[in-house]
Every structure is written in structure tokens, then in C-alpha cells.
């Protein structure tokens, strides 16, 4: 949210033709904003200076994903009439944001006419950007987050918030699957690439967090979405099941297969858009927080069952074909599992249970 300001920027405007000088005044009425044109010299002969528009030239390199904007910080106004905003920037990715001897930073803070000041190198701290206009400092921020982001993107993901889907039934019924399955494997399936039983769960979101502050924030964001929104869903004791039932693919062929995945839904089938509200929130929450891309408007909830990812280093990497197991287990049921917690989970870790490390548990 921007900070409320009581300065108001006046527009550009376009120079008449004419020889006419006119005044344009703002005009409030009620919550709305008119502009009164007024000739300011009727009998004006002077001549005048024609002006014209200032060029646009926000992110000259290249569009903007809207998508990939914060929604969720504040501008505020200093005392001395600057808006200024700050956010926090790991100092692992501080020197892509500074670029090669600052001709990244100095040409951003040319575009957006806004002072950028960044910690040192390896030196934890605020990036504090300074402006005449809240637009100009939105826009550098924008474009700022926009360069963290994409290096991000060339980082693996380090951890992902879930809700396990463990439970003896469930172990059963995927054993028995996966063995049904291996008698005669249809092309590219092999042992490797079906999900572990004690790994099982429910992806909510997933992140990409460089250092300790972040994994810290990441925890905060986390609990303040419980603590604002999912508890009231549980406010009455209720108790949600989770039931996995009939399989997907996350593409279009099904002769050619990365991820097949299980399908859930609330054993109360009425109750079922409550599972995916909680999952959209939290969503929600981390995208705003600048932590987490928005990749689709709403949650897809599954369950991974086999990922070509997981094969052996020394398999031949390659899709399977998916047209058999679709057909034979549309409506298969998996069995159910109590939801009775959400994980912010570490990846590649196994506790005590063998499922993920968790940087925080909520039991609910």
C-alpha cells in the first residue's frame, strides 16, 4: 500500500494550437478530480513558447510483467518533500542489481530520475530509493525487484510450503499402484521416477530463498496467514480430511509425460472449496510480499506421484507415456489423510519421519 500523500502532481498537458494562453485549474467535487480551462488574457497578442509532452521512457528495455509486481509496500513522504521507499535485497544479488562498475544502478536512477542507495557488497542492509514523484520511485522499484527476480529464477528452489499426504492407507494404495504399474511399464516408466510414500504432499507454493532474512520473512509471512485468515477455518474444532483420488497430467499429451499427479479433495465434498481458498491465501500472501512469482490465479492442488525428474543419474532422461495409467486409474482412491498441518519445507531434506526438514510447522 502507498503511504496517503495530500500533494497532488499536476498532469502534462498538450500546447494549443492557438494563440489563446489558458489557465487549467483542479477542481474537487465529492471523491472526483475536474480540470476547469479558464483564458487567462483575452486580448493576449504576446507570443508564447510552444512546449510538448515528455517522452515516456520507464523500463526502456523492455515491458514490464505486470504479474510480477508487489502489490503489498509502502512510499512514504520524507520532511523534506521526497517519497522514498525500501526493501530488502540478499547481498548475494546485490551485484546484479549494481551491475558491472555501476552502469546497471547509475542508468536506472537516470531512467526512473530517483536516488538509489544499496548496501556494500556482502553487507546486509535496505535498498532505499529516493524520488520527487511516487511514480518515479514505483518505477525503480519495480524494475529493481524485477532484476532480483530473474536472478532468482536461475537459482534452484530451496523450499516450498505443503501439507503432507501421509497416511498408512495411503502408503498402501501406492504401493500397490506403482507395482500394478512396473509389471508392464508403459515406454519411459521406470521404478525411479514414482514419489517416495513418506515424501508425499500437497504443494501450496514454492520459493527461492538466498539467505537467512529470507527464510525468516518467509516463516513471518507464513504465520501472520494463519494468524489473520486459515485459523478461522478451524476455529470450531473442525476437522478436514484430505482424500487423493484419480490421476492428471500437468500437460496436454498424454504420450508424452513429465508429471503425472493425484487429484484431491475434502472428503465433505461441499467443504472442498475451503481447501482451496486456504491454498490460494497463502499464495496470495507470499506473492505480495515480493517472495514468490504469481503463476496462476488460483492453486492447482496435487499431489506429485511420478516426475521424470526424479530418474536415476544413469537413466536415459526421456517422457513416458501416460495413456495406459490414465485410463486405468481415472477413479482410483488413494485413501485420505487428517489435514492437520501446513509446512514452510526445506527441500531435499528428510527428518525423523523421512518426510521434509520443516522451517515451521503449523499444527492446526
Known sequence: ?????????????????????????????????????????????????????????????????????????????TKSGKFITSFYVPSSLLSHVIGAKGVRLKSLQRSTNTLIKVPKVNEKGEVKITGDTERNVASARTQLSLIVMKQKDKLPISHFVSIPMISQSIKNKLQEFQEQILKQPPRGVT??????????????????????????????????????????????????EIIMEGVEIMNDDPSEVNVLYGKVHLADTKQTHKLQEIADTISEYYYKSGLARRQYDKVKLHVTLMNTRYRNADEKPEKFDARKILDQYENYCFGSVEFNSIQLSVRFTSGDDKYYDSALLIKL
Not at 483575452?42 to 523500463?59: G, I, M, R, V, W
Not at 525411479?192 to 518467509?218: G, M, N, R, W, Y
Request: glycine share 2%.
Open 1 to 77: 500500500m502507498y503511504a496517503n500523500t495530500n500533494n497532488k502532481q499536476f498532469p502534462d498537458f498538450f500546447t494549443c494550437k492557438g494563440p489563446i494562453q489558458t489557465t487549467i485549474t483542479p477542481i474537487k467535487i465529492k471523491n472526483s478530480i475536474y480540470w476547469m480551462s479558464t483564458i487567462t488574457n483575452e486580448n493576449a497578442t504576446a507570443s508564447y513558447q510552444q512546449t510538448y509532452l515528455k517522452s515516456y521512457d520507464d523500463n526502456e528495455e523492455g515491458l514490464l510483467d505486470c504479474g510480477d509486481i508487489e502489490e503489498s509496500y509502502d512510499i512514504n513522504l
Open 191 to 240: 521404478a525411479s521416477i514414482f514419489q517416495k510414500p513418506e515424501k508425499l504432499h500437497l504443494t501450496i507454493c514454492t520459493l527461492t530463498l538466498v539467505d537467512d532474512d529470507e527464510v525468516l520473512a518467509a516463516k513471518k509471512i507464513l504465520q501472520t496467514c494463519y494468524d489473520e485468515v486459515i485459523s478461522a477455518y478451524f476455529k470450531r474444532n473442525d476437522k478436514f
